[in-house]
């Protein structure tokens, strides 16, 4: 028995709709075909991303940040102009935008807080 790595990643959020529409609108994600009830599941690669209503018993004003310790790293093609649109739009940009091994690289808070990092790989 082998686990071969991660093949889904989603965030609980408060308000679904309001996320679905800033990652459609702001990142350029699109919805996927079949998405489960209570989420909307974007047609990302290679792994697929979603937003959820939360589970119950999840309580998403408990912490300052949700997620908080867990690393999202989100691919583009140009990491600049992604960051120059959010930053144009209002969007918290949490680490500025520079150069590192991985690439051109920033960091945004999405509508729920999350920290979420943006690459354009080398």
Do not use: C
């Not at 308000?15 to 990142?27: G, I, N, P, R, W």
């Not at 300052?64 to 739009?89: E, I, N």
């Not at 945004?108 to 790989?121: I, K, L, N, Q, W």
Request: hydrophobic residues 45%; aromatic residues 10%.
């Amino acid at each position: 028995m082998t686990v071969t790595g991660p093949d889904f990643l989603g965030l609980q959020v408060r308000d679904l709709e309001k996320s679905a529409h800033f990652y459609e609108t702001q990142l350029g994600l699109q919805r996927a075909q079949g998405a489960p009830p209570h989420a909307v599941v974007f047609a990302t690669e290679p792994i697929a991303f979603a937003v959820r209503e939360p589970l119950p018993g999840v309580d998403l004003d408990a912490t300052p940040r949700p997620g908080l310790g867990v690393v999202l790293w989100l691919r583009s093609d140009d990491a600049q102009a992604v960051h120059d649109k959010l930053a144009a739009a209002g969007v918290e940009i949490t680490v500025a935008p520079f150069d590192g091994p991985f690439g051109r690289t920033f960091t945004f808070a999405d509508p729920d807080g999350y920290a979420v990092t943006v690459h354009s790989p080398n």
